[in-house]
């Protein structure tokens, strides 16, 4: 668990590593190992680390510890700031950053650590006279003051080991520091020889522990300093062993074989540099493991993942995305619409950026290994991939729409109708807004911050009057979705179709009389839909339908007779009056009866349209009390029909604007 201040748990991966190469040695752990990443900006945060009873190894509860790895310099760190709840089995730690952290037994990490042999074998010759130092550490639980002595012996001092000299530290030694003792003027006698020391050999200060108190150090000359292949390290070194920090395990190689592993990479190259951990006791900072081709095991070697690049190519924005994919349907060139990345992998690293997916899989799959999202639409490759998206294209799936739940009710003798929807809306990219609109009125409206792949809302609304007026017009529900990556869904989930569209479904098959009537109630749909924000309008419309029918059909039909003006209006009607057309057409396309409703509905549409434009507008339209008056206005235009089809002929585009505006 992670928890802070600052913008923590937005862009954060916490991935379980506990099977990590770099720490499977590590002395002490209990195989609680997670690695932390975010893209977010925060001040601290609170880690918090599960632990088993039944993993600690015989290790104390009260003995734990959480470390990070710097990797920087291939050191080990400990949380200055960290704790253990044994009631509720958590190691707890503040951190200011996020990294790869571990749970280890921390007296077993130090006894490890401390004790052991040099991994560096300085060159001497026989004669020299050399200053030897010791760095004593105070790993008790507090300071203290009184001086004390430290021995120093050619080989073990409880073996037989001989006393060469002492040295003496005075002021005691603060609680984790400390404090360094020198024997000067020692001469190298013999080779290889390992010098002891013996810390307070007297007993003369109190102790945390006593087993801690003696440590060696080996000395060489000679043949141990050769170097008989010739890779930068010495024969002593690739023998006897060298101590890696992180990750822990010690190294051997074949000091006659420069590239013990067969990589391609010198054993010198892969150990890196020598470092010296807070003890002072010496480490190298290795580049990758010289004694295993792959060191991380994620089917890329060595030398691919340090001395290779790799080259991936993304579509990594929308636009992209739609235009690469409309180029490779199209059959056309796709590459203008790619991005070239160059990167590199840790070999250290099975999963370099984090996001679960090997490097060696990463590369065959031609995703990004060193981005945890390789096409920057924020869902990471390892989620696109569960969803069977392509990580290297950017999101351009839209929203789903699902209706859970509709009610749409009325109480006897009320005007009253009531809506209930329950709705789900999912997005894997996220869902960043959601509108309900009932015949294009927002009802409801929700947006999210954060990137919630899964929304549910229920939206609750009640009309007046619609009996009446959605019984002349129809009525519609439609929710919009946006997603985060600029995808959005429309989705039609309630229609009723107007009076007229109802009755031309019941003629059927018809044809006899089927194709004039369906022509009729088509107009009759159309000029409905025209004039839908003049509830009066619409009432007297289906008071009167005759009247009203007669009037349009004399101006439809004068527009009508010139084929190429009225398949130019029809065209520059916009999608969402056409979709408006075929939710009211009850008839299969195809059919004569389909093409005399969609012909009628838009002959009353255009018609209406007309009227508003050069009778004064819908202000005019909202005057009318009787068919008789709308049949004035509509012969008042046909009068001057001629002048209004050279107006329409030279103004489409201004019709066009208009009717789009409609």
Same mark, same amino acid.
């Given at each position: 668990?992670?928890?802070?201040?600052?913008?923590?748990?937005?862009?954060?991966?916490?991935?379980? *590593?506990?099977?990590?190469?770099?720490? *499977?040695?590590?002395?002490?752990?209990?195989?609680?190992v997670v690695d932390i990443n975010t893209t977010a900006a925060f001040i601290s945060a609170t880690i918090s680390i599960p632990y088993n009873e039944s993993n600690l190894r015989g290790a104390s509860e009260n003995d734990l510890k959480m470390y990070y790895i710097n990797e920087s310099?291939?050191?080990?760190?400990?949380?200055?700031?960290?704790?253990?709840d044994t009631a509720n089995n958590i190691v707890w730690g503040k951190t200011n950053h996020f990294s790869t952290y571990d749970i280890v037994s921390y007296s077993s990490y130090m006894g490890t650590w401390n004790s052991g042999s040099n991994p560096t074998v300085p060159e001497y010759t026989y004669g020299d006279k050399i200053n030897i130092k010791a760095v004593v550490y105070n790993t008790g639980d507090a300071a203290f003051s009184s001086n004390f002595d430290v021995y120093f012996y050619e080989g073990d001092p409880d073996a037989g080991g001989r006393y060469i000299g002492s040295a003496t530290i005075t002021g005691g030694i603060s609680k984790g520091g400390g404090k360094t003792a020198i024997l000067y003027g020692y001469a190298v006698k013999s080779s290889p020889v390992d010098i002891?020391?013996?810390?307070?050999?007297? #007993? @003369?200060? !109190?102790?945390?522990?006593?087993?801690? #108190?003696? *440590?060696? @150090?080996?000395?060489?000359?000679?043949?141990?300093?050769?170097?008989?292949?010739?890779?930068?390290? &010495?024969?002593?070194?690739? !023998?006897?062993?060298?101590?890696?920090?992180?990750? +822990?395990r010690v190294v051997y190689t074949d000091p006659y074989n420069p590239d013990t592993d067969g990589d391609g990479l010198t054993d010198r190259e892969e150990m890196g540099t020598i470092a010296f951990y807070s003890n002072g006791k010496p480490y190298y900072r290795i580049i990758s493991y010289a004694d295993t081709a792959d060191s991380d095991n994620d089917g890329l070697d060595d030398f691919e993942e340090l001395r290779q690049t790799q080259t991936i190519y993304v579509a990594d924005t929308l636009a992209k995305a739609q235009n690469f994919l409309k180029a490779v349907y199209e059959g056309t060139d796709s590459s203008p619409y790619l991005t070239a990345v160059v990167t590199t992998t840790n070999p250290l690293r099975a999963d370099t950026d984090g996001d679960t997916i090997p490097d060696g899989e990463e590369i065959i799959m031609g995703t990004n290994p060193? #981005?945890?999202? @390789?096409? #920057?639409?924020?869902? !990471?490759?390892?989620?696109?991939?569960? +969803?069977?998206?392509?990580? &290297?294209?950017?999101?351009i !799936?839209?929203? $789903?729409?699902?209706?859970?739940?509709?009610?749409?009710?009325k109480d006897t003798f009320s005007f009253t109708t009531k809506y209930n929807f329950w709705y789900t809306v999912s997005d894997y990219g996220g869902v960043k807004d959601v509108t309900l609109l009932k015949n294009d009125i927002q009802r409801d409206s929700h947006s999210y911050t954060t990137r919630i792949t899964t929304v549910s809302?229920? $939206? +609750?609304?009640? $009309? $007046?009057?619609?009996?009446?007026?959605? *019984?002349?017009? &129809?009525?519609?529900v439609d929710i919009n979705a946006n997603d985060w990556n600029g995808n959005y869904e429309t989705a039609l989930v309630y229609h009723r179709p107007s009076i007229y569209g109802e009755m031309a479904a019941k003629l059927g098959s018809d044809t006899i009389y089927g194709n004039e009537i369906s022509g009729d109630l088509g107009m009759l749909s159309g000029l409905s839909a025209t004039v839908a924000e003049i509830p009066e309008l619409v009432i007297l419309i289906g008071d009167d339908p005759s009247g009203f029918l007669a009037g349009i059909t004399d101006l439809a039909g004068s527009i009508a007779s010139d084929p190429a003006l009225m398949a130019d209006l029809a065209s520059s009607l916009p999608d969402s009056v056409k979709e408006k057309q075929k939710l009211e057409n009850p008839y299969a396309e195809g059919t004569s009866l389909h093409d005399r409703f969609a012909e009628g509905w838009y002959s009353g549409y255009i018609g209406a349209q007309i009227l508003s434009m050069f009778v004064g507008g819908g202000e005019v339209l909202q005057t009318v009390k009787s068919s008789e008056r709308f049949a004035q206005l509509t012969k008042s235009v046909l009068a001057k029909m001629d002048e209004v089809k050279v107006l329409l002929k030279a103004s489409k585009t201004i019709i066009r604007f208009s009717l789009r505006n409609t």
């Open positions: 668990m992670v928890d802070g201040v600052g913008d923590v748990s937005r862009n954060t991966s916490i991935v379980n *590593a506990s099977g990590y190469v770099a720490l *499977a040695d590590m002395p002490g752990s209990i195989g609680k310099d291939h050191s080990i760190k400990f949380l200055d700031v960290q704790g253990v002891y020391v013996k810390i307070d050999p007297q #007993n @003369s200060i !109190t102790e945390k522990s006593e087993s801690n #108190n003696k *440590a060696y @150090s080996t000395l060489s000359i000679g043949p141990q300093n050769f170097d008989s292949d010739s890779d930068g390290l &010495t024969d002593a070194e690739e !023998t006897g062993g060298m101590q890696v920090l992180y990750p +822990y060193n #981005n945890r999202d @390789s096409d #920057n639409d924020g869902i !990471t490759d390892n989620k696109e991939k569960g +969803y069977g998206e392509d990580p &290297t294209i950017f999101d !799936t839209p929203p $789903t729409v699902k209706v859970d739940y509709l009610l749409v009710s809302e229920n $939206t +609750y609304f009640e $009309t $007046t009057l619609e009996t009446i007026l959605d *019984a002349l017009r &129809t009525a519609r």
